[in-house]
């Protein structure tokens, strides 16, 4: 939670929280009840304790060095959320189909890091060893790439299947295709790229959107491609690295007149192409011409820019599962948690321990992070749960810094902000007991507050306000709050580990992550079917 400058404000006091007459406990957490469908029920309880403590070992471990936004360890944060996103099946909800949104920081300098650390291709079947593909080394971006990061399942296509009408399977897919193939393509649809004296390509744009101009009047075969819902393209080349290597990265990172396409192409090399084919169970390779063959369980994360990563810049994991109504669909309900925490908080007004010291900010938020990660998977793991609105699952970044990831994110949304409905947050849900929820909310927001409230009563959960008013401008709904969107907040309560070198993992309690993230599952369902209005109207 960000602090604000010289508040030493303690927590409130504790009561007796819950009612459990008609809670069906599991352990010390909340369990499936009667009211809501047998799909909501399930999804609801795969939300586990042990997951949650899984993702807060790894998010406040001394390896991210507290998380700093900016800096290594922010990255390497946002890059973990995304990957657990992209394993789930949670798509892309940034920018032009990225998992990032990118945000300066003030007074914060922008630094460029190594292409290698915004160029990769990682590859992996869920719970087991990531395969990781370096630039360079293994890869390059094609001279027609954009710069996004996305990600998605594998699936391979043959020369044939690029000539007709695409099958449906490629739509949230990562398609393998031999480079001839595409090239082939390109060239019979007019698109063909650049040769390597090439023409210079364009520079970065903001937020990882493509250069001005009409990808399918320059590409038409990729622009297809993207048009039938494909998130990007591993072309797999023949030749050495070294070569490729020394053809492409000169004169890519400058700027052109010419688009590139509209979707993130990498170019992997001989030995690294065949190694990826040899991962597929079905050996795409050998797929009928005008095939296409799905990968056995694998899925990708894959980077693509024409500059070094930015530090100094923030950015925002954006998620988001669309809905199923026609007419609602537009609308979004948004869950968030923040991510970032203070680093080794060598400003003193960032610490109430000791400047320099890692602070692995396990309660703060690395325990609403790990909520937001279950709460999403559990979403997309079940596809059969009715969902009439969208739901966008955001990570913000630069929330200890005064909110400026959740500030940006409603000044820039990549979607018409008036289209947010509601916005749930939830902020240090992992101490104090497993069952004690603080409550915060706004009294004009009465549609949303009532819904909340419902799901509390059903659950015969007492949520508590006491000492909350104080909060509300502290966390991640005060931005939306004050552009009119209804929102609530959902927090564990103050303690004495709070911005202190001691917030470390053994001192949380995994179930109460769990407990939190199960009731905002609940919400969120609801406020994604909820009829009446979320205001006071």
């Known amino acids: 939670m960000h602090r604000q ?42 939300i586990e304790a042990e997951a949650c403590r899984a993702h807060v070992s790894y998010l406040a471990s001394d390896a991210l060095e507290g998380r700093a936004a900016g800096e290594d360890g922010g990255r390497h944060a946002s890059e973990y959320i995304a990957m657990r996103f992209i394993e789930s099946g949670v798509g892309p909800g940034g920018p032009q189909g990225s998992y990032f949104q990118r945000f300066p920081i003030l007074l914060r300098p922008a630094r460029e890091g190594s292409l290698r650390d915004s160029n990769f291709l990682r590859v992996w079947r869920p719970g087991r060893k990531v395969d990781a ?37 490629v739509s949230g897919r990562i398609v393998v295709i031999r480079e001839e193939s595409l090239a082939a393509e390109m060239a019979r649809t007019g698109g063909e790229p650049p040769d390597a004296e090439g023409t210079a390509q364009a520079g970065e744009k903001p937020e990882g959107n493509p250069a001005k101009g009409d990808a ?54 001989r030995d690294a192409a065949e190694g990826l084919l040899r991962k597929g ?72 321990g000791t400047p320099g010291e890692i602070h692995n900010g396990a309660d703060d938020n ?90 509390g009563r059903q659950l015969d959960l007492e949520l508590d306000r006491t000492g909350m008013d104080q909060y509300m401008k502290r966390s991640d709904q005060a931005p939306f709050i004050e552009k009119g969107i209804p929102a609530v907040f959902l927090f564990g309560g103050d303690h004495p580990e709070y911005h202190t070198e001691r917030d470390d993992v053994e001192r949380i309690d995994p179930r109460k ?12 369902w609801e406020c994604a079917n909820h009829d009446g209005p979320f205001g006071g109207d």
């Open 133 to 169: 593909y370096a630039l360079g080394e293994d890869l390059v971006p094609h001279p027609r790439s954009a710069e996004i990061a996305t990600g998605g399942e594998l699936i391979y296509l043959t020369a044939g299947a690029l000539e007709g009408e695409l099958p449906p399977e």
């Open 5 to 46: 400058p010289r508040q030493r404000s303690r927590p409130p006091a504790f009561g007796a929280l819950l009612l459990l007459s008609a809670l069906l406990l599991v352990g010390a957490g909340l369990g499936p009840v009667d009211p809501w469908p047998r799909a909501v029920r399930s999804a609801f309880g795969s």
């Open 216 to 269: 399918a009047s320059t590409a038409p075969a990729l622009a297809r491609l993207q048009r039938a819902g494909v998130r990007g393209v591993i072309a797999l080349t023949s030749v050495e690295v070294g070569e490729e290597a020394e053809r492409v990265l000169p004169a890519w990172p400058e700027s052109a007149q010419d688009s590139p396409a509209a979707l993130p192409i990498l170019l992997l090399h």
């Open 513 to 524: 992550i769990q407990n939190v993230a199960r009731f905002m599952f609940l919400c969120a």
């Open 366 to 455: 690395a325990s609403g992070t790990a909520g937001l990660i279950e709460l999403a998977r559990a979403f997309a793991g079940a596809p059969k749960i009715e969902r009439a609105r969208s739901l966008v699952f955001i990570a913000f970044d630069a929330e200890e810094l005064g909110l400026v990831g959740s500030r940006h994110y409603v000044a820039h949304c990549p979607r018409p902000i008036e289209k947010t409905v509601a916005m749930l947050n939830m902020d240090m849900i992992s101490r104090n007991g497993p069952l004690e929820m603080f409550y915060g909310k706004d009294d004009r927001f009465i549609g949303l507050n009532s819904l909340v409230e419902a799901v």
């Open 281 to 352: 169970r079905s050996r795409p390779d050998r797929a009928e011409s005008g095939g296409a063959v799905r990968f056995a369980d694998h899925v990708v994360f894959l980077s693509v820019s024409r500059k070094g990563h930015p530090y100094g810049l923030g950015r925002n994991v954006v998620g988001m599962l669309t809905g199923g109504d026609p007419e609602r669909a537009a609308e979004q309900v948004v869950v968030g948690a923040h991510f970032d925490h203070v680093g080794r908080a060598r400003n003193p007004q960032l610490t109430r």
